[in-house]
């Protein structure tokens, strides 16, 4: 097998694991605004179910991993300029935009992971969860247009730059694609909570996800039927349909409460789907709707075989520290997480009375017009 079809195969398996890790944490965060709302119904004294309590639940769960997560991105995206230089350069130019709105939201997200808790103010905590919103949406919503994007091809010249505009990213098919991604997040997402969370949000978390997860299952068949219609083989139709049963088996797993089979599912229908893709375009790596023969190849988009060399040695020693340490962060977290968890002191300070400030109750000795005795 040649180098570039090795690499090719690596990013793909990069951009995999990605999707697969990111997926769930960007679909708590699309969450905080539903499972971490004040919920007037509770009406107990239950601590462990007040909006606040909730949200610091939803954090805890994704807390140790998510900044793991994203080092699948960055490797992607590393492994993509050092072996294929020339899909690097025409996939940052032309789609510049998206790509920096991507990296601002996933900046804004970050800050609000770390800053959240800084201050014991509920409007500053506020902003921050919306920071946590908007940076899970965007890129949840981003990423399904640009891959769509991709693998569909965009008008590139023989100079292998991209001639079209943002609107031409913005299609119907793609928008399609991003509308899947953010409903396949949120679904994926939900299970994660049902899985690593206890209690009533438990519980909410299994319906959202059976509820969202139907809708994104006939939207992933839409979008996956136009994009193999164009550009699938017999090979990435076969993962493509793998990818929407084991989603469809996810989904029957949530009724009767087995969420761990429902998240495996789950992961293993995200990683095949995404798996689809990549057998779609290859051996493009970004078709040219103007001509096919301007498109940018695993073999005329490469760098040389002494660089894949190089990084191929690169990869066989530092890919299983990796795996392994991220494994091993994994298990250490794998526990469930409940309101209960939380310290006494945050939960009462999260009750909606806290905030408000008791009347002064009349001092002894002072009249009904508001003057003491002396």
Known sequence: MELTTVWFILIAVLWIGYFVLEGFDFGVGILFPVLGRDDPDLGSNDLAETGEVRR??????VGPVWDGNEVWLLTAGGATFAAFPHWYATLFSGFYLPLLLILVALIMRALAFDYRGKVDDPVWRRRWDWAIFG???????????AFTNIVRG???????EYTGNLFTLLNPAALLGGVTTV?????YGAMFLALKTDGAIRAKARDIALRVGLAAAVLAVA??????????SVESWIM????????????AMLPSGREGWAFALAFAAIAMSVGSLFVALFPDVMPSTTDPAFSLTTTNASSTDYTLKIMTWVAVVFTPIVIGYQ????WTFRKRVSGHHIPTEVALAARPEAGRRPKPAATAGTSAGGSTDA
């Open 183 to 187: 409903a396949l997040f949120t679904a």
């Open 223 to 232: 979008w996956l039927a136009v994009i193999h219609a164009t550009t699938g």
């Open 327 to 330: 494994g091993w962060s994994y």
């Open 240 to 251: 493509a349909g793998a990818g929407a049963v084991l989603l469809l088996g996810a989904l």
């Open 135 to 145: 940076g899970s949406l965007a890129p949840a919503l981003l990423w399904g247009v």
């Open 154 to 160: 965009v008008p590139i010249d023989a100079e292998m």
């Open 56 to 61: 610091r639940v939803m954090l805890s769960t």
